[in-house]
């Protein structure tokens, strides 16, 4: 076995060292890189990917650890990316996102993975996803992207999630404004953290005017909850939200792929209903045998003998 | 594209100390060096720590510790670093430790102790000297 | 002080040195640094004449010792009427060891004790908790019941020695075994005297010892100073600490700053509990730290006092001229010392100690040359202590109050730490108060770049260290050593396994059910403490109760 294939196997019976090197090789962009997501994309699909992004402060990472808890205690395995900026000066970078996540650590059914942005060509987005694919391979039922701030990655976030939760809190000022700006439009659920500060139910007003703007047109209504994730408050709710948004998406699915089952079941309806009658009909004026001797005799191939049939047809119709 | 290998490093805070001064002054150093610094935050476990690396695949792990826990924590650590396989990332340690008990750290596997007054540079060249090489 | 014309005399003289006769004497050679600039980041300049204090007006900016706005001391007649504390801290090991050592500072001359808890003890875990392992007793000394206090304290009569508790997130249970103590010793509680350090918000973005969140954090504050106010009257329910900030990396100036902020705070949490300003306040007490630079910590410390004083009557009203005191206990700075050539830090212990004397102290712990390196040795203590000994009774420094008041540089530096401090507070109250502050990484942004400035700066030379980063020696000399023996640890869990088995636990579970219907209902809870120490329920047990109904404090963390 080569080292990849160790790797992807690895991946595929939940090795942890191997997920965390694997990762590693998509972050670093080699040669190997695209040999590895190959032989891993085959078992991907299963994951409900969900993205968290917000501003700073606003009490994310302790929200998805509160959120990592809930879904544990549903039997489900969790895989968190968690993101964070790379200083375009020096390169470097510091993650500090999985400090409120460090008692999730040691339990073997969560695996937590800090991604720097890095200057990736093509944005975060890619390398995200591709090392979002690895925990989906390796099994995990939820995995949860974290991005932070008021940049471009948690935009680009949609390119990676299927469900995308935007996360607020009050008293944040200048923040707010930047979720009005950017982030309505992507979120599919809103959520104002720590509720129970004084000047909560303002910042939720705020943002409900917002929403229904926005909602108008919406299949899917954005809605807005409140939680308070030191306390754990609202936190099974917002849970209940995603899964509702994820039966959604479900059905979304199942009614795209209804419709267009139902879409070829038609067309071929018509197209047999109007072959049967036209060919009945030339049968009866006797076109059909005519043209079937010229076809026996070679003066004819059969291609051209329909559309001439055809053409004559439908120009005496018109 | 992107093709070089990035330095990936854990600085983690064993023990019960919260004097994160000298942990957070080292990690921000490494930073702008170019590498990227995963810090656990205050009080974590040896068993925090081995899994964090683990996760994170960093090449190096930064301990610091103020409280005098070291002759404790330390071995333990060492222990799950091995037993979890991670043969390939470079130990090293700081804060409070005196000069007596260094042989015996080091006898565990850590590769260098640095005590107060270590300007960050010595750090941050020592941490470049040292990354493993990876097969 | 001067008036306009003699001003402009010295103006003129000014000018002429400056442009004429120093321009030819630099030509040749130049001044050691391009500027020369103090830890607060203030300019300093070459000379101070009297146009620097020109607007200083003695009676409304100075006045005298005992009288607002206090500049020059809090008593009137300071040092001469009586030395400030000696106070020592120290605690580690056992409860036992730690009571000989106690006795032994008292022996010696100290005049207080100063109390040393360990890190379980601190973060409100028993000695037999998992997080505790390697810890017990090694930083201090492991008090996890009523059972340790009382070993503690034997022999140590608490009517007549005060008694100051480093302790924060704990503090209301550390304070409620004491009192059981003064209880069983037939001690009143209106004599029980001392302090508990007791300040939360500092732990938030400065010492990062936090049990529950700021919320209910502040709430035990306040819960303390409410029951201190009417029940114990001389005990200090707080002690109001820029120490921390400063070793967490804060420059001078922002301790100074950040400490008046939370005392404003803790004012405004007591009298929203519905106390009266002038009940409280005077028992309020803060906590500095005193680092090398020694014009610039007296300037700090004799800004305080006026800056305090000033906020106490302007922003809440005070009427009590004792409100408007601030009492401050100092320590020497801990993150000053060095493990390179451990004895040069006697020097610095004293250049520290002596700034806090001359800046009006009331109460003085002096670090042990060997505290970079270890717990200190008795015998590094007893040179502790002797420098704050020297100072008090050789130096002269104690003989006459205020003795650097007038000094052009001492009076400006005093203004310039107050205005600027000033200008902290404004900011600090438009972003919503303290705590909003603390959410928003706003003190820990500041401290970790003051920190990150201060060790650039050293990588580079541009602040010497002796004996680190110049005049650096090859040799070590080997100074002998503290250790805490691991047996320590077995014994005091053994100890209080043994305590768990045989107390009456029927009453213990009733008592702690009793502190988690009264947490919830967000009662005062110091007199349900008490009864569940003496019930021997343990620190663990009753921070565990708490911890249920408050959650656990999550840091935030700023780089």
Redesign the interface.
């Known amino acids: 076995m080569t ?1 990849i294939e160790e790797i992807v196997q690895g991946v595929l019976n939940g090795d ?2 191997s ?3 694997a ?2 090789i998509i ?4 040669a190997e890189t695209q040999k590895l997501i190959a032989s891993i994309y085959p078992h991907t699909g299963k994951a409900h990917i969900i993205g968290i992004t917000g501003p700073g402060g606003s009490g994310k990472s302790t929200l998805i650890e509160k959120i990592i808890r809930k879904y544990r205690q549903k039997g489900k395995t969790v895989g968190v990316i968690a993101v964070d900026p ?2 375009p000066f ?7 996102d ?3 996540m ?2 999730l ?2 339990d073997q059914g969560v ?4 991604m ?1 942005t ?4 093509g944005g975060i987005a890619k390398a995200t996803k591709d090392a979002v694919k690895v925990l989906d391979a390796t099994g995990k039922d939820i995995i949860i992207v974290e991005t932070v701030g008021a940049g471009q990655s948690e935009v680009e976030i949609i390119k990676v999630a299927q469900t995308i939760v935007v996360i607020c809190a009050p008293g944040l000022g200048d923040e707010i404004q930047a979720i009005k700006a950017g982030m309505m439009e992507i979120a599919d659920i809103f959520v104002v953290n720590k509720a129970d500060r004084e000047n909560a139910d303002k910042a939720l007003m705020d943002i409900q005017a917002m929403l229904q703007l926005n909602n108008k047109e919406k299949a899917w209504k954005t809605p807005i909850l409140k939680t308070a994730a030191l306390t754990g408050k609202g936190v099974l709710q917002l849970v209940e939200k995603i899964e509702e948004h994820k039966h959604f998406l479900e059905k979304e699915l199942e009614r795209k792929r209804s419709r267009e089952k139902a879409e070829a079941e038609l067309t071929e309806a018509i197209k047999e209903k109007v072959a049967t009658s036209i060919i009945e009909d030339l049968k009866r004026e006797g076109k059909f045998e005519e043209f079937l001797q010229k076809i026996l005799e070679k003066e004819m191939d059969p291609a051209s003998a329909a559309e001439k049939l055809l053409n004559e047809r439908f120009r005496k119709q018109v | ?6 330095i ?1 490093i854990l600085i983690a805070k064993p ?4 004097h ?2 000298g942990a ?2 080292v ?19 040896p ?2 720590i081995v ?2 690396a ?4 960093v090449d190096v792990i930064g301990l610091s510790i103020l ?7 330390f071995p333990r650590i060492m222990e799950l670093v091995k037993q ?2 991670l043969t390939d990332v470079m130990v090293f340690a700081g804060g ?1 430790i ?3 008990d260094i042989p015996e750290m080091k006898k565990l596997g850590i590769k260098e102790i640095f ?3 270590t ?3 010595t750090i941050v060249q020592f941490v470049f000297e040292h990354i493993p090489k990876r ?1 | 002080m001067f008036d306009e014309e003699k001003i402009n005399e010295i103006r003129k003289e000014r000018e002429r040195l400056e442009n004429i006769t120093l321009p030819k004497w630099m030509g040749q050679r130049l001044e050691r640094k391009s500027e020369f600039r103090n830890h607060s980041d203030m300019l300093i300049k070459r000379i101070y004449t009297p146009e620097d204090i020109k607007e200083l007006d003695y009676m409304r900016d100075l006045g005298f010792p005992g009288e607002y706005p206090f500049t020059r001391g809090v008593h009137a007649t300071m040092y001469r009427g009586r030395l400030w504390t000696m106070r020592q801290f120290s605690g580690y090991g056992t409860a036992q060891q730690t009571n000989q050592r106690f006795k032994y500072l008292l022996k010696e001359g100290e005049t207080g004790l100063s109390i040393a808890f360990d ?2 003890t ?2 409100g ?1 028993d000695s037999d908790h ?6 017990v007793g ?2 201090g000394v492991a008090v996890a019941s009523l059972k340790d206090m009382e070993v503690l304290l034997n022999g140590i009569p608490l009517d007549k020695v005060t008694t100051s508790m480093t302790i924060n997130g704990p503090a209301a249970m550390l304070l409620a075994m004491y009192v059981a103590v003064g209880d069983k010793q037939g001690v009143p509680r209106e004599k029980l005297g001392g302090t508990t350090q007791n300040d939360m918000l500092k732990e938030f973005f400065a ?3 936090c049990i529950f969140p700021p919320k209910p954090s502040l709430k035990l504050v306040t819960d303390i100073i409410e029951y201190c106010t009417r029940h114990l009257p001389r005990w200090n329910p707080i002690s109001i600490s820029g120490y921390h900030i400063r ?3 804060a420059n001078a100036l922002q301790e100074l700053a950040f400490t008046l902020y939370d005392g404003i705070t803790y004012v405004e949490s007591a009298m929203e509990r519905g106390l009266k300003v002038d009940a409280f306040a005077p028992r309020l007490s803060f906590f500095f730290a005193s680092h090398n630079n020694l014009f610039e910590e007296i300037a700090k410390f004799r800004a305080a006092r006026r800056l305090w004083a000033k906020i106490m009557k302007e922003r809440f009203h005070a009427k009590n001229p004792r409100s408007m005191w601030m009492r401050m206990h100092i320590q020497t700075s801990g ?1 000053t010392l ?3 050539q451990p004895l040069n830090n006697i020097i610095r212990v004293t250049i520290q100690a002596l700034a806090a004397v001359l800046g009006g102290t009331q109460s003085l712990h002096t670090n042990s040359f060997d505290e ?4 200190p040795t008795e015998e590094a203590v007893r040179v502790a202590l002797r420098t704050q000994q020297i100072i008090a009774h050789e130096s002269g420094a104690a003989d006459t109050i205020d003795p650097l008041a007038g000094s052009y540089y001492i009076e400006h530096l005093t203004n310039e730490m107050e205005e600027q401090a000033m200008n902290y507070i404004q900011k600090i109250d438009n972003m919503g108060g303290a705590i909003a502050a603390i959410e928003k990484g706003f003190f820990q942004k500041e401290i ?1 770049d003051s ?2 400035k201060y ?2 700066e ?2 580079e030379k541009k602040r010497i ?1 002796v004996g ?2 110049e005049y650096a020696t090859e040799e ?1 000399h ?1 100074i002998p ?1 503290l ?2 023996d ?1 047996k320590v640890e077995k014994e005091q869990v053994a100890k209080l396994q043994k305590l768990k088995r045989e107390r009456d636990n029927r009453k213990v579970n009733e008592v702690l059910e009793k502190l988690h219907y009264a947490t919830e209902k967000d009662e005062n809870l110091m007199p349900i403490i008490i009864e569940a120490v003496k019930s021997y329920a343990t620190l663990g047990e009753i921070c565990g109760v708490l911890r249920k109904v408050y959650g656990e404090y ?2 935030l ?1 700023v ?1």
């Open positions: 080292k942890r060292r997920i965390a090197r990762i590693t972050e670093n962009n080699t790379t200083s020096t390169g470097g970078a510091f993650l500090g999985r400090i409120r460090q008692e650590s040691t695996f937590i993975r800090s720097a890095r200057n990736y060509m | 594209m992107q093709s070089k290998r990035k990936r023990g019960l100390d919260s994160d001064r957070k002054i990690a921000r150093a490494l930073r702008d060096a170019g590498m990227e610094v995963i810090y656990t935050g205050l009080r974590q476990t068993e925090q899994e964090t683990l996760q994170e695949d409280s005098g826990a070291h002759k404790t924590l979890k396989g409070i005196p000069e007596e005590g107060p007054g300007p960050t540079e097969t | 890190y379980p601190i973060m875990y998992s997080m505790a392992r390697g810890e090694i930083c010492q990062k010892l070793e967490a990396g993150c060095t493990a390179h970079a390196l270890c717990l970790a920190a990150y060790q650039r050293t990588d260290i680190v980063n070590t080997p050593m250790r805490v691991p999550k840091e963390i780089i």
